[in-house]
Structure formats: C-alpha cells, structure tokens
C-alpha cells in the first residue's frame, strides 16, 4: 500500500466551499475566446501544484480533451511541459494561441494596419459565404465579419494570423443569430435579430487591441508543447507509452445530444476562420452543422468494438429503458477504451487525474466515476483521493435534457478523482 496520505491530507485542509472557486478573479488570459465547459484555472493550478508538491519529479501533463486549455495553461505556468489532444478545431486554434502566446511588437504594429483597412472605405473584400450563413447573420453583420475576414487573411505570418482568428471568436458568437442561452444552435426570435446592433468592427477592433496583452510573450519552439488534434482514441496511440507523468482532463460525461455540443457551438466561429488556417483538420468535421459532435465520445460514431464488462454499467443498464441502451454502452466502451489508452501512455507511479459528472440517463443517474474506479482499480490503480465540488452556476446549463418534455435537473456537482498507477 503507497502512502499517499499527503494528497489527501493537502487537500482536506482545504475548508467549506474551498474547491468551487465561486468567488476566483476573473483571469482573462482564458476569457480571450469563449468554449463551453471550460475548466476553472485556480482549480486547475491548485490541483496540479498539490501533486508536483507531492512528486516534484513531474515534468509533463497530458490533457487529451484539452477544449479550451485551461489545464495546459495552468500545467504550463507550473513548469510542466504541454501535451493535449482535441477534436475539435476551434479547441486546438484556442488553446494554441494561449500557449505560444504572441510577438507584441508584431502585434501592435499589425493592429494599426487592420484598424487601418477595417476604417477605410475604399478597403477591397468579398462578402463570405458558407451554408446557411444568411439564417445565422444578418446581411449587414455579414458585411463587417467578411471585412475583417479579409484583413485577417492578408496577414503573412501564420502565427499572428491565428492571435486575430481567436480574437474574431466572441464576436462571431455575439452577433450571430443564435442564443446565448444554449451551447446548441438555437435561433432566436426575429424580434431579438431586429435589436441586433453592428458594433462588429468595433468590437473586434477592442479585443484584438486588448488580448495580446494577457498572452505570455512568443517563444515557441517545436519542444515548447505539443498539440495533436483529432480523435482520442486514435491519437492517444501516438503518445509514447509509458512518457506521462501527470494525466489531468476532464472527458466529456455523456452522449453528446444532450451534454455539451462542443462542435455545434463552435461551428459558426470555425466558418469564419479561413480553411487554409484549419488545414490539419479532416474536412469531413466540418461539414454539417452537428459532423463534429457526432464524431466526438459519445457521438453516433461510438466505438462498438471495444466490449467493456462491468457489474455497475449491467447494473445501471437495468434501471432505465432498453432504448436508451445503446447509447450509454457506445459511450462506455468508448471512454473506457480511452481510459486505457491513457493508462498505457502513464509512467508507473504516475497520477491520472479526472473530473467527472454523473449525468442522468431516464432521470437515473448513470454512474461514471464508481465504472472509472471499477475499471481502474480492475487494472491494479488505485484512487488516492476523490472529492466533490459544486459546478459555478454559469458553467454548464442547468436544465439539458428532457424526460416526457419536463426538463430534468442537470448534474450540479462534479467529482475529481486522483489515482496513481
Ligand atoms: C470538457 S472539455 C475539456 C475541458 C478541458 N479539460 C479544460 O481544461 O478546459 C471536453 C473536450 O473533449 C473534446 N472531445 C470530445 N470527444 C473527443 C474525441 N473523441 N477526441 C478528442 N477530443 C474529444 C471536445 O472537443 C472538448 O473540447
């Protein structure tokens, strides 16, 4: 038996509400584009300076749902060198960003010339197209994204380029016709479209100017950090085995219809990026509107290969109705044949790190973190710690999925689990 008493006991001296960070300032370096369910970056740090304090011979961090970067950033800040995978490209373009940072000579010198073009009449551009484009803007909002779409693609220098794309992401959501409301494409009412005001090339003339200021100082090198985007299960098997010494995501809980859309929301952002500034991507992702959520854990593309046989899931399965079967056993044997993915990656004695929610499948919740433990422990990990934390109020909506149309409370509480191999 390992003493790993001290993980335990650095984090229950901390008290009460401690780990919901209700109150944690506002750290905009994460607020320069917005992703849904991002992790929240004092948790994160917290978390992993407990375990570098615990075992200083950590030297990496593996995120493989990296979404947003958070815990890289935050993994990064802490001396630990960068790996993430990602499906979704709007992910990895984010999360880039935020880890090679920007020139901010470039970068100032760059913004006169766009503020330049975007004010200057007589500025030549196209106007954009793509599927739909007039249901999700308005004509005249069209008019000033496809401006600003121009004057980004003039820029030469790739990774300047990409500072103005993730500058361009809130914008695009805030003047299209979608709700806020909904991490799903949702339109809104034509009377909510008719108070849509253009302050769109302002706006992204005050995001692109104030930004760069959060992002660390541009020094990448190809050792600075390593992001790898597509499908876990397939990229997790270029990961070297057993070179990790500290796992640390949060995977997605459930199927994707009705968790998060990570790719529904970020479809219209990545229509606006020019595809060439994407071109690692399989273009099949971003062909419809919901391709990219149907190829992520838990999409319709679920593994039924890989048969995973637990007591608990044949337990759960027997609580809820025999339609909804297949979904949950598609996303079970995917996230169990990813976590054994990351199991082969991790150095022995290494942490694996996970946070989890245990959503509601027929108003039954399904029990992921007691099937993470049974598996793990199948496999000789043991959790050395798990506690529970309350989800801030604005991270994930309250209300996501309906049972007989009556809409079922949401998970409003999720877990973090550390083990060690
Ligand atoms: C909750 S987010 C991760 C949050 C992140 N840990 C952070 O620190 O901000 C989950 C991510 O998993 C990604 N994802 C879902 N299915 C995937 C798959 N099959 N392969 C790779 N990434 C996937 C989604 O695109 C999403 O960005």
């Known amino acids: 038996m390992r003493d790993n008493m001290s993980i335990q006991n650095r984090i229950n001296q901390k008290e009460g509400t401690f780990w919901d960070f209700e109150n944690t300032a506002k750290d905009m370096l994460h607020r320069i584009a917005t992703y849904p369910a991002t992790m929240v970056p004092d948790m994160q740090r917290e978390i992993i300076s407990i375990i570098i304090e615990e075992n200083p011979s950590i030297q990496n961090i593996l995120d493989p749902f990296h979404g947003s970067g958070v815990t890289l950033v935050e993994g990064k800040k802490l001396g630990l060198l960068p790996i993430g995978i990602d499906i979704n490209p709007l992910a ?144 997790l098997k270029e990961v070297p085995k057993e070179s990790v010494d500290l796992i640390c995501t949060s995977p997605p809980y459930g199927d994707n219809s009705t968790t998060v859309t990570y790719g529904q929301y970020s479809m219209l952002p990545l229509y606006w990026i020019a595809s060439e500034d994407l071109k690692e991507f399989d273009e099949e992702l971003l062909k419809n509107y919901s391709s990219l959520d149907s190829a992520s854990l838990g999409g319709i593309k679920s593994s039924k290969v890989f048969e995973y046989d637990s007591a608990i899931l044949k337990e759960y399965l027997s609580k809820i109705s025999e339609k909804k079967h297949r979904k949950v056993i598609g996303f079970i044997n995917d996230y169990i044949e990813t976590l054994q993915l990351m199991l082969n990656s991790l150095k022995k004695g290494k942490y694996i790190v996970l946070t989890l929610g245990n959503r509601r499948v027929d108003n039954k919740i399904m029990p992921l973190t007691d099937i993470t433990e049974e598996f793990l422990l199948d496999k000789g990990i043991p959790l050395i710690s798990k506690f529970d934390r309350n989800i801030p109020s604005k991270r994930i909506p309250r209300k996501i999925s309906r049972v007989n149309d009556i809409a079922v409370e949401s998970m409003s509480k999720e877990y973090i689990m550390i083990f060690q191999k």
Not at 93 to 98: A, E, G, S, Y
Not at 112 to 124: G, M, R, V, W, Y
Not at 131 to 153: G, N, P, Q, R, V
Not at 167 to 172: D, R
Request: proline share 1%.
């Open 92 to 235: 990895h373009i984010i999360t880039k960003v935020k880890l090679q940072g920007v020139d901010k000579n470039k970068i100032s010198s760059q913004n006169a010339i766009i503020k330049k073009n975007l004010e200057d009449i007589n500025f030549a551009y196209n106007i954009y197209n793509f599927y739909k484009i007039d249901k999700w803007f308005k004509s005249e909002i069209i008019e000033s994204l496809s401006k600003i779409h121009c004057a980004i693609k003039e820029i030469e220098d790739n990774n300047t380029r990409e500072y103005y794309w993730v500058c361009l992401i809130n914008i695009v959501r805030k003047y299209s016709n979608t709700r806020s409301s909904t991490f799903k494409l949702h339109i809104k009412s034509q009377e909510m479209i008719n108070t849509i005001q253009n302050n769109v090339i302002q706006d992204f003339l005050k995001s692109i100017n104030t930004h760069y200021k959060y992002l660390p100082d541009f020094i990448k090198t190809e050792e600075d950090f390593t992001l790898i985007s597509g499908d876990v299960k397939e990229k």
